[in-house]
T-cell receptor, first 113, second 115 residues
Framework: KAGVTQTPRYLIKTRGQQVTLSCSPI?????VSWYQQTPGQGLQFLFEYFSETQRNKGNFPGRFSGRQFSNSRSEMNVSTLELGDSALYLC????????????FGPGTRLTVT | GDSVTQMEGPVTLSEEAFLTINCTYT??????LFWYVQYPGEGLQLLLK?????DKGSNKGFEATYRKETTSFHLEKGSVQVSDSAVYFC??????????????FGTGTQLKVEL
């Protein structure tokens, strides 16, 4: 079974631009979560989608948004990029039948200059 | 809110040494506990999990026991190898009010194993 895939793997953007990251979950998994990893803040939860609906959201500004499609693939968007948005963005999928282990993709490394 | 505290790194060990990475947690409910490992340039891999008190998770020689009385989930391995060098994250997951779950992570502990 294929794992979680994320595209692109690396991105360089300029402050003020917007960016869209993509995540394809493990086949059959309906829940997709996004996390931001930085050296200063560690791993922080952004949001979770299940059946095309945002089910949970972390403490991030409204510039961070996401969506999920009917095939469970998910995208996250960051508008008006700031230097502090430079991070590794990790996507995780789970079967989501309650508390369930999450399987992570390799991440997208975003650098904002 | 939920939180996870794990020991500061880096931890440097010689090959075949015994490993312990301490992890304690605070949670309002009855969380599941996990250890994830991250190798350089990669995402997180699930190492082991435990879903209730006194459960022992184990995988690839690593073990951790869910201790509710001490709110701990320490990671141990009897004999580490150079290939175990990575960053280890302790995490908990609790069912949220609206359903679903999210992982709350510790800060990570870097392990370096030398010959």
């Amino acid at each position: 079974k294929a794992g979680v895939t994320q595209t692109p793997r690396y991105l360089i953007k300029t402050r003020g631009q917007q960016v869209t990251l993509s995540c394809s979950p493990i086949s059959g998994h309906r829940s997709v979560s996004w996390y931001q990893q930085t050296p200063g803040q560690g791993l922080q939860f952004l949001f979770e989608y299940f059946s095309e609906t945002q089910r949970n959201k972390g403490n991030f500004p409204g510039r961070f948004s996401g969506r999920q499609f009917s095939n469970s693939r998910s995208e996250m968007n960051v508008s008006t990029l700031e230097l502090g948005d430079s991070a590794l963005y990790l996507c995780a999928s789970s079967a989501s039948t309650g508390i369930d282990e999450q399987y992570f993709g390799p991440g997208t490394r975003l650098t904002v200059t | 809110g939920d939180s996870v505290t794990q020991m500061e790194g880096p931890v440097t060990l010689s090959e075949e040494a015994f490993l312990t990475i301490n992890c304690t947690y605070t949670a309002t409910g009855y969380p599941s506990l996990f250890w994830y490992v991250q190798y350089p340039g990669e995402g997180l891999q699930l190492l082991l999990k435990a879903t209730k008190a006194d459960d022992k998770g184990s995988n690839k020689g690593f073990e951790a026991t869910y201790r509710k009385e001490t709110t701990s989930f320490h990671l141990e391995k009897g004999s580490v190898q150079v290939s175990d060098s990575a960053v280890y994250f302790c995490a908990l997951s609790d069912i949220l009010t609206g359903g679903g779950n999210k992982l709350t992570f510790g800060t990570g502990t870097q392990l370096k194993v030398e010959l």
